[in-house]
C-alpha cells in the first residue's frame, strides 16, 4: 500500500539521561499530557477524513528489546517507509500512528518504540500499561538480545500487569534478516523453537533495512490481536 493511503500521525518526545529518577513523574505528566493533545488532533483528522460511519479500532503497539536491534528503524520503516542506518538510539520513548486496512476494518496502530538500555527503565515501563500488543524484537546477528527476549517479556508482564500471557498477544520479530550468512547468529528454527516453548506463536523475520516482512509483521500482529479477541468473545 502507498504511504498516501495511509492517514499517518507523528508524535515524539524524546527524554534525556540527565533526568533523575525523581523527574520521572513530571517527565511522564508531560507525556502524557502531549499524548492526549495527539489523540486530540488526531480523531478530529478521522472524523475529516472518515470513509464510513464505522470508527477506527486504536490498538497500541510497544515494541521491546535490546538497544540496537532496529526497533526505531522498524517502526519508520512501517510508518514512513523510511530507513536510517545512522539513527541514534531512542532516548526514553517514541510514538508514531498509522492506520492500517485488514479484512475490510480499519485499525490504528499507536505504536511505541521504547529505549532498551536498562538506565531508562524507570522512564519506560510506565507506557507498559493499556498495550494491546507486545513485538519482542531482537537482531539475528546478536545472540544476547535473543536469550534477553525472556527478560523483555518478564519485564512487559509485571508492568503491564498481565496475568495470562497466553492470552496476550505477543509476536517475535527477528530484525535484521539482511546480513550474510556468516554474520547470523540466531536461526530462524531457534526462533520458532523459543516461540513454541513460551506459547507465542507469531513470530518472523525481518529486515528494516531492505523492508522485508516489515508490513507483514504488523498486519500479522493486528491479526494476532483480532484471533484473540474473537475466542475472548
Given at each position: 500500500m502507498s504511504l498516501g493511503y495511509f492517514t499517518t500521525f507523528r508524535c515524539r518526545l524524546k527524554v534525556s539521561y540527565k533526568h533523575s529518577k525523581n523527574a520521572c513523574s513530571s517527565i511522564i505528566e508531560e507525556f502524557n499530557y502531549v499524548t492526549?493533545?495527539?489523540?486530540i488532533s488526531y480523531m478530529a483528522t478521522t472524523r475529516n477524513n472518515m470513509r464510513s460511519a464505522h470508527k477506527n479500532?486504536?490498538?497500541?503497539?510497544?515494541?521491546?528489546g535490546d538497544g540496537g536491534v532496529g526497533k526505531s528503524c522498524l517502526m519508520n520503516r512501517f510508518v514512513s517507509n523510511q530507513f536510517d542506518e545512522h539513527s541514534f538510539h531512542t532516548i526514553g520513548v517514541e510514538f508514531l500512528n498509522k492506520d492500517v486496512d485488514i479484512d475490510g476494518e480499519t485499525y490504528t496502530l499507536q505504536i511505541w518504540d521504547t529505549a532498551g538500555q536498562e538506565r531508562f527503565k524507570t522512564l519506560r515501563t510506565p507506557f507498559y500499561r493499556g498495550s494491546d500488543i507486545c513485538m519482542l524484537t531482537y537482531a539475528v546477528d546478536d545472540k544476547s538480545s535473543f536469550r534477553n527476549l525472556e527478560m523483555w517479556k518478564n519485564e512487559f508482564l509485571y508492568y503491564a500487569d498481565i496475568?495470562?500471557?497466553?492470552?496476550?498477544?505477543?509476536i517475535v520479530v527477528g530484525n535484521k534478516s539482511d546480513i550474510e550468512t556468516e554474520e547470523r547468529e540466531v536461526s530462524s528454527l531457534e526462533m520458532e523453537t523459543w516461540c513454541n516453548e513460551n506459547s507465542i506463536t507469531s513470530c518472523?523475520?525481518?529486515?528494516?533495512?531492505?523492508?522485508?516482512?516489515?508490513?507483514?509483521?504488523?498486519?500479522?500482529a493486528v491479526q494476532h490481536?483480532?484471533?484473540?479477541?474473537?475466542?475472548?468473545?
Open positions: 492526549n493533545k495527539c489523540e479500532t486504536l490498538l497500541k503497539v510497544v515494541i521491546l496475568k495470562d500471557n497466553t492470552q496476550f498477544p505477543f518472523l523475520e525481518t529486515s528494516a533495512k531492505n523492508a522485508s516482512n516489515v508490513q507483514e509483521a504488523f498486519r500479522l490481536w483480532l484471533r484473540l479477541e474473537t475466542r475472548g468473545g
